[in-house]
């Protein structure tokens, strides 16, 4: 069964939970947009950094 992609907003998307997150929505084909203040960086999506269906709000 296949399902088309999604748009998907997640807040705090670059701390650890969300990172994880975003990164198994991206593996399953959805589009990402991740809202955060980035007040302790973004390690947590430098590796997903220039992703096509990511975007950094």
């Not at 998907?8 to 701390?15: D, F, H, K, R």
């Not at 399953?28 to 269906?53: C, E, I, K, M, N």
């Amino acid at each position: 069964m296949s399902t088309a992609p999604r748009n998907i907003l997640v807040t705090g998307g670059a701390g650890y939970i969300g990172a994880h997150l975003v990164r198994q929505l991206l593996e399953r084909g959805d589009r990402v947009r991740v809202v955060d203040l980035l007040l302790y960086g973004d390690q947590g999506l430098s590796a997903l950094t220039g992703h096509p269906r990511l975007r950094l709000l």
